[in-house]
């Protein structure tokens, strides 16, 4: 049984009524119950946490130590400051993929750095809602790697 935290920080919860055109149409709940479906069958556990609070997404990823697999993140704007969510996944080692729904690389320049990609296996931006799903896949694939069948 696979172990997926998925995170979303800041304002993620306004999903579906935020900026909509850069968004989606969404609500986070409807997104989460459709990850639920697309994982249904597949042995995969998943465990959704969504804060607008840095501490309380660090008191997360602590809890996760020893117990997650692996973590998918989006963590909003903290991405582009937050030394101690950096920290926090680094101190818990758990492998980690960056999500965001829009291409942070070809927006504001205040967003085109992260502190989520130093430590992330790989990140996945730009295919709004979907990117959560290609994570998963790539989730699976990574793990799949180190039982050692990746190809
Ligand atoms: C975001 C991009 C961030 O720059 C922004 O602050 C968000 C959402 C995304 O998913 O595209 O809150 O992480």
Redesign the pocket.
């Known amino acids: 049984m696979l172990k997926i935290l998925i995170i979303n ?4 919860n306004m999903l579906g009524v935020r900026e909509p055109k ?2 989606g149409e969404m609500s986070l709940n409807l997104l989460e119950d459709e990850l639920k479906s697309y994982t249904k069958n597949k042995n995969i556990v998943l465990d959704f946490f969504q804060s607008n609070h840095e501490g309380e997404i660090i008191d997360k990823i602590h809890s996760a130590y020893d117990k997650i697999d692996i973590i998918i993140i ?4 903290l ?2 400051y937050s030394i101690a969510i950096h920290d926090a996944l680094k101190s818990v080692a758990i492998p980690t993929i960056e ?4 291409n ?1 690389y070809n ?1 504001e320049e205040f ?1 085109q750095q992260s502190f989520i990609a130093p430590i992330a296996i790989g990140g996945i ?1 730009g295919f709004g809602k979907d990117g959560y799903k290609l994570a998963i896949d790539a989730a699976i694939r990574y793990l799949d790697g180190k039982a050692g069948g990746l190809n």
Not at 9 to 12: F, K, R
């Open positions: 920080g800041p304002n993620l850069i968004y989006n963590a909003g704007a991405t582009h999500v965001h729904l829009s942070i927006r967003r931006y």
